[in-house]
């Protein structure tokens, strides 16, 4: 009998140890879901097009944006979904309603394309019922990398990692810098945060931009095509340690190395027109595009044929090699605050030379290369003084002279993506502003989304002041005069995708790309109001108007000649509701 109890009781004790591990319950799942509403309406003139020299483009309109993050949360795993929609009040193109109802019956024109406010994914009209316009911008999961209870429990230290569709740190990322200077937009690809103090930590993103899959890899050339069917193996990598030496102070060190082959996204390498390596016939329309540099060339105007093909797209041998090294930091200490960036740029790209065209309009074609070297400082500072708020802000990112042959030597700053975000809140026009798809791309040369004018760079200091007349209610205004680094040849036109290109083929060698002329852009004026009448919710109203200067002028070409066009001036007005939860 005692065998017998003796055998129960450590049968008890055994199983009474096990119990927590066999019968230890899962965390509970939790749900949540924030995000925001915005309704938008804003009107405005000669800001839309990117040349101030022609006055008639001018707009009235609304829209509605609605973005939705869900996260699901299991203990320290999660994942999350962002959502995006975007709709026009009223149908504005061909295709009433979205893609989703781009049918016969309701297409009114050839196509769709170009229909809506550029950023938009539908114009509702009557009735609404708009369809097939959900856009994803974020799916992804964050787990513990390294750590306790983490995927590797070996490795001491604590590494939270995310893998998917994400964003950068501006946006609540784990890495990248604190504002919109190198990559701020969203990505595909994986990150790591790993803590090895209160005070230190590293991050580590690598970014996938484009991917080329093995059959395509194999295939080539495809026959009847320009080319390869894919881009290349286009990605990115991320190193940034975060270091608080005392409180108040953060810095991040910054290294970066991007590579891509033939063609790659606009939002990573900026276009610009360069007559010397585009070749004689077709240099006035053909640019070292986004689309269309590092070995990729233009097949317009007959450019193409000769047995260039295989410098097209994707091909390895026509590559970009970018490194990015510099210093992002951030100091609080009381009402001062100071915010500097200082980014240097180096590396080597190639580009293709056209010879004049052969027998039959064919070109031969050979690969040079171009060397990068290029800067970027932004600094910025503020002082709170009761409900005054005082900031000022200082940029220079070099460029390269009107003459120069970029396809040989590269000046200007290209960011990997700062998602037309580049100095937003400080503008309306020259950046994005309360109507956030206004002021971007074409409109202001490319400074939002690749940091300088052009190839020219930028120079450019603003002040901004906020009153705050009650916790609620706020007055601000802004005054940003801007210039280039190098001077701008304004004996050039402005085509469709806001590029600096020859206004004619007889203007290439002896008006067009020869000299600057001038580097003053234009001083822009804001005054605005934000209004928080609600819980989570804001009323935004402003009012901007750019005082446009010489460099903004350009030279046109028609029957009777060719003449020069004066920049003149342009204004917007916003207003804004948004509901945050």
Known sequence: MRRIVAV?????????????????????????????????????????????????????????????????????????????????????????????????????????????????????????????????????TEFDLTGKDALMPFIPVRTVARAGLQPFGTYGGLVGPYRASYAQG???????????????????????????????????????????????DDFAFIFEPTFTPFKGLDLKPMYSYARFEGTTSSQARRNATNITTTGTFGAFTSATAGGGVAGAPSYQNGVGAGGVARYANGDPSNSESRHTIGLDGRYRAGPFSLDPTIFYQFGTRNDVVYDNPGTGGSYRAHSVEADMSSWLVDIQGGFQLGPLLLEARAIYSTGNKARDNIGRSIRYFEPLDVDTGYYAGWANILALGIDYFNGNGAQNGGMDTNIGYDRYGRGQFGVRAT?????????????????????????????????????TKSDIGTQCFMKGDHSYIGTEADLGTTWRFAPNTAFDLVGAYLFAGPALDTRRCGTTGCFSERAHDGWDIAARVRMSF
């Open 8 to 140: 129960v009781a450590c049968l008890v004790a055994i199983l009474g140890l096990l119990a927590p591990v066999a019968f230890a319950q899962a965390p509970t799942p939790k749900v949540t879901i924030n995000g925001l509403f915005d309704q938008i309406t804003s009107g405005g003139s000669n800001i839309y097009d990117g040349n101030s020299s022609r006055t008639g483009d001018r707009e009235w309109y609304a829209r509605t944006r609605f973005r939705p993050d869900f996260t699901f949360e299991v203990g320290r795993t999660k994942a999350v979904l962002g959502l995006e929609f975007d709709i026009d009040y009223g149908q504005n193109g061909n295709c009433g309603a979205g893609p989703g109802k781009a049918t016969a019956a309701n297409i009114t024109g050839a196509s769709c394309a170009g229909q809506g406010k550029a950023g938009s994914t539908a114009a509702a009209g009557l009735n609404t019922d708009v369809a097939g316009i959900v856009e994803v911008k974020w799916m992804y």
């Open 467 to 503: 009153y705050s007349l009650t916790p609620a209610l706020s007055l601000y205004t802004v005054i940003s005069p801007t210039w280039t680094a190098e001077k701008v040849d304004t004996d050039t036109n402005i085509n469709a995708a806001g590029l600096r290109v020859c206004a």
């Open 186 to 232: 969203d990505f595909a690809g994986f990150e790591a945060l790993t803590t090895w103090a209160p005070n230190l930590t590293t991050g580590l993103a690598f970014v996938m931009v484009e991917d080329q899959l093995g059959g395509y890899s194999r295939s080539g050339v495809v026959a009847g095509t320009a080319g390869k069917p894919t881009h290349g």
